[in-house]
């Protein structure tokens, strides 16, 4: 689909009703360059387009920037355009916050940050077509800011691209990055490869008639037999393996043959294997055993005419789609298949092998429920992934708080924290964070923690660094008691069985209440007046044992 065409032919299109509300928002705004800055925007969506994407989502390209940088505010989308492209901008406005520099610390969480925060992963496709075409015109940016996108690029974006099997756009986003972030070695590669780039192209030109002839004779179909050069980044990475010795690397241009099935796979392997004998060790079966980002092809380097090394690549169209625009082919596939629109969602979820390649990039393992209405991103419901003011990602449990956040980036930020902004908004130090907040912590020298924030700090760094200060000031803020809550059934003995085993154990109860749970139970609050973990503990124990008794947790105060 050509985005400019379509708009301007067709009025009452969704696309052509984004076209023309970009254009306008965006009309007086130029870039760096010079240009018009609607035409980022407009290249943005032609990239989305290309990967054979639904029309919100090259909508939510053409409108990606409109939040960030004109006076259009998240309601005028909504009114405009509905809540699935609001979620889809707003998605991509708050990915706009995230700085990496560098540290590898950040790097894995980061990227999680990005899953995490992208609850569909077309948010993830628009920002990586963004992404593509700022790569396409940095040089209109200073050095200094070159340098760090392209830092950003290399080690975020293309690795997720990457992993959500788009090779292609991988290859081209680290292609991009290369001359910035090595520029010395970029010069060496194209000086000492133009030349064997041209040779090895002109070869291969002649043995492509003999390879479709052969194919031919043994009844395969070719489809496409074409040739592809390593990309610059790729090739200096294998050098690396290979003491720079660019006679080491055969796939220099590797021959590629597509045909229409796994059976013509094989069969053209065998006619490839008839002409020209196979290196020992060099066949590569991807199909039977693909890469963990998905890859599948078979891979075999034979001693070609004149005794030349050349790699061949033989797959199927499929096999081919998928590693130039991975879980993006899927749009493509769910359309071609049913004759109709192009849906965002998948039948079951152990029908896509890349759901369970992002899965198993989770630290905890997840649940196993099926993928339905959208590509949601749920691995990580037990993590959030909050951000500073200067674009640091910080990764939380669930439910952490601002206190929680101060006390992970440092042990003062946290015993001086007195308040916390959240999205600018001020906000209460027991307030819930979510992915892609961004957070500000409020200080004033010399401030110490209150007891009362062990009530809802949900990390146990927080805790002991909270407790430690706590104990610093003196023993009055030590925790003298301890509250348990049992949850049991609604039975008329279970407090004086309860009461019982607390004093068996010599504690005394300071206070004691009950409130129904629903369908038959209670839940009772009970105070003891030891804070000793030995002694609780072994209570816990005993509580435990009790008839009826289905939870309990507890908490020093």
């Known amino acids: ?60 390209g053409l409108l990606h920037d409109v939040v960030e940088d004109t006076g259009c505010s998240l309601e005028d989308i ?37 899953l995490a925060s992208s609850k569909d992963l077309r948010v993830i496709f628009v920002k990586l077509a963004d992404r593509l075409h700022n790569m396409q015109t940095l040089k209109s940016l200073p050095p200094e800011k070159q340098k760090r996108v392209s830092l950003e690029t290399y080690e975020i974006y293309s690795s997720l691209a990457y992993r959500l099997g788009m090779q292609r756009l991988a290859g081209e986003l680290e292609d991009l990055a290369f ?24 070869y291969l030109k002649r043995i492509k008639p003999i390879v479709i002839k052969e194919l031919t004779l043994a009844n395969v179909k070719p489809i496409k037999v074409d040739f592809r050069a390593k990309r610059y980044s790729s090739l200096y990475k294998k050098l690396l393996r290979f003491d720079m010795d660019i006679d080491k690397i055969y796939d220099l241009i590797a021959f590629r043959i597509i045909v229409e099935n796994v059976r013509d796979c094989y069969a053209a392997l065998g006619v490839v294997h008839k002409l020209w004998p196979p290196l020992p060790g ?12 998905g890859y599948r092809s078979l891979h075999t380097v034979v001693f070609c005419v004149g005794q030349k090394i050349v790699e ?53 393992e997840a649940d196993s429920e099926s993928f339905l209405d959208a590509l949601k991103v749920d691995f990580f419901k037990d993590r959030i992934f909050a951000i500073t003011p200067k674009g640091r990602v910080v990764d939380l449990p669930a439910g952490a708080t601002p206190i929680d956040f101060a006390y992970q980036i440092h042990t003062d930020l946290g015993d001086q924290c007195v308040g916390a902004k959240v999205n600018g908004r001020i906000v209460p130090l027991n307030h819930e964070l979510r992915s892609s907040d961004i957070v500000e912590i409020i200080v004033h020298k010399g401030k110490k923690p209150s007891i009362s924030w062990l009530e809802f700090v949900k990390t146990s760094s927080a805790v002991s660094r909270i407790k430690k200060a706590l104990k610093d000031k003196g023993p009055l803020f030590e925790p003298r ?11 008329p003995d279970f407090i004086k069985d309860l009461t019982n085993v607390v004093n068996r154990n010599h504690l005394n109860v300071v206070n004691l209440t009950t409130t129904p749970a629903g369908s038959g139970f209670q839940s009772v609050k009970i105070k003891c007046d030891s804070s000793d973990r030995h002694k609780i503990s072994q209570l816990i124990v005993k509580i435990k044992s009790l008839k009826d008794v289905k939870e309990i947790d507890y908490r020093f105060v």
């Open 78 to 114: 909504d009114k405009n355009f509905g809540p699935e492209i609001l979620s889809l901008v707003d998605g991509v406005t708050k990915l706009g916050h995230i700085k990496y520099r560098g540290d590898e610390r950040q790097k894995d969480n980061i990227k999680k940050l990005i």
């Open 312 to 364: 061949f690549q033989i797959r199927t169209l499929e096999m081919h789609e998928e590693a130039e625009n991975g879980v993006a082919a899927h749009w493509a596939y769910e359309e071609s298949k049913s004759g109709a629109k192009k849906r965002v969602s998948f039948a079951k979820s152990q029908d896509i092998s890349w759901v369970e390649r992002l899965r198993a990039w989770q630290e905890e």
């Open 282 to 293: 060099r066949i590569k079966d991807y199909i039977a055993m693909p890469k963990p980002n």
């Open 179 to 202: 001359p910035y972030l090595y520029p010395e070695e970029y010069k060496w590669l194209v000086s000492n490869t133009k030349t064997r780039y041209a040779e090895r192209e002109k």
């Open 481 to 491: 008691q301890t509250e348990l809550r049992v949850v049991a059934a609604n039975r």
């Open 1 to 60: 689909m050509d985005v400019k065409k379509e708009a301007l032919e067709n009025r009452a299109s969704l696309i052509s009703r984004a076209y023309f509300f970009a254009e306008s928002r965006h009309k007086s705004q130029k870039r760096a360059s010079g240009e018009p800055y609607f035409n980022h925007c407009l290249k943005t969506s032609q990239a989305l387009a290309d990967w054979n994407l639904d029309e919100k989502t090259i909508a939510a």
